[in-house]
Structure formats: C-alpha cells, structure tokens
C-alpha cells in the first residue's frame, strides 16, 4: 500500500485534486468492496480538511477586516 500524504501540509487545490483522484479510484471497486469503503473514508476526511482550510482562511477570521 503505497504512502498518503497528510492533508494539513496540502493546499485546498491539492487536496481538492486529491479528492478527484480517490473518487476515480473508488469507481474502479465494486460497490460492497472493502478497498471502495476505505477511499470513500479517505474522501471524507479529505473534504473535512479542505472544508477547515477554507473557513480558516475566510476573511471573517482574518484581523483587522
């Protein structure tokens, strides 16, 4: 099983490239398959990631705006 990288280090378009990447992947498993449940896992903690990247990067939580 080849290395992930940690999402913390991405940019959001890395990890939203990411995430297409894993999705393509997912589609080669059949549907009840283990390997396909592990990817969809590894998606969503992927758009969790990138979800936190925005909002910490929304202008609301910068100072002084």
């Known amino acids: 099983m080849r290395r992930i990288p940690k999402a ?4 959001v378009d890395e990890i939203d490239a990411r995430i297409v990447e894993r999705t393509v992947e997912a589609h080669k498993h ?5 390997e396909r449940q ?5 998606i969503a903690q ?4 990138a979800d936190a990247k925005r909002w ?8 002084g705006r």
Not at 46 to 49: G, I, N, V
Not at 56 to 63: A, F, M, T, V
Request: net charge positive; aromatic share 4%; charged share 25%.
């Open 56 to 63: 910490i990067d929304s202008p609301g939580l910068k100072p």
């Open 30 to 34: 059949p549907a009840d398959s283990k």
């Open 38 to 42: 592990t990817i969809l896992k590894e």
């Open 46 to 49: 992927l758009r969790m990631h």
């Open 8 to 11: 913390i280090y991405l940019s």
